[in-house]
T-cell receptor, first 109, second 113 residues
Framework: GAVVSQHPSRVICKSGTSVKIECRSLDFQATTMFWYRQFPKQSLMLMATSNEGSKATYEQGVEKDKFLINHASLTLSTLTVTSAHPEDSSFYIC?????FGQGTRLTVV | GENVEQHPSTLSVQEGDSAVIKCTYSDSASNYFPWYKQELGKGPQLIIDIRSNVGEKKDQRIAVTLNKTAKHFSLHITETQPEDSAVYFCAASLNTGFQKLVFGTGTRLLVSP
């Protein structure tokens, strides 16, 4: 199947700093990608839909100024967690078509 | 909007037994139903999917059935092995060209040797 690559797999950052997570489609072009958040032992929660060349669409309750999404090319979407706080610690996962990246474990200390 | 329910939340079987996980969906317009296996600390891995014009699909030890009238679909794993132990998620979406998925709550499958 298609390959979606996500980096980094783990990141630890200090409170107040920003963290960027990259999601790449390796063998296909993706005009749309999705960003999910997953809490321990829970299902995936859709955060936003990333649209190439236009603004992302955020789900209700997701702060667009906190979770900045940029989809500048047909193979790359980025999620930046701005001014991170400990409550932002979570597992973030991207997808394109029906395929998912490896996920990023973010820990804010 | 779409709502997907999944049962059971946990399932324990002996190696070699079969495992069945069931999901129901609410939006009759949904027409794409993938199943994912997620191991600890990893992203979900697509293991099988089915579209609404098909009632059943099989891939080696894994099969999925779909009943559009009743709006439910099921995952069947035969001859289970310890490496099948993981969390399994069902999902549903409108096949509009970009796959916005609505997920079930997950089933933790434990296969004991």
């Amino acid at each position: 199947g298609a390959v979606v690559s996500q980096h980094p797999s783990r990141v630890i950052c200090k409170s107040g700093t920003s963290v960027k997570i990259e999601c790449r489609s390796l063998d296909f072009q993706a005009t749309t990608m999705f960003w999910y958040r997953q809490f321990p032992k829970q299902s995936l929660m859709l955060m936003a839909t990333s649209n190439e060349g236009s603004k992302a669409t955020y789900e209700q309750g997701v702060e667009k100024d906190k979770f900045l999404i940029n989809h500048a090319s047909l193979t790359l979407s980025t999620l930046t967690v701005t001014s991170a706080h400990p409550e932002d610690s979570s597992f973030y996962i991207c997808s394109a078509l029906a395929f998912f990246g490896q996920g990023t474990r973010l820990t804010v200390v | 909007g779409e709502n997907v329910e999944q049962h059971p939340s946990t399932l324990s079987v002996q190696e070699g037994d079969s495992a069945v996980i069931k999901c129901t969906y609410s939006d009759s317009a949904s027409n794409y139903f993938p199943w994912y296996k997620q191991e600890l600390g990893k992203g979900p891995q697509l293991i099988i999917d089915i579209r609404s014009n098909v009632g059943e699909k099989k891939d080696q030890r894994i099969a999925v059935t779909l009943n559009k009238t009743a709006k439910h679909f099921s995952l069947h794993i035969t001859e289970t092995q310890p490496e099948d132990s993981a969390v399994y998620f069902c999902a549903a979406s409108l096949n509009t060209g970009f796959q916005k998925l609505v997920f079930g709550t997950g089933t933790r499958l434990l296969v004991s040797p």
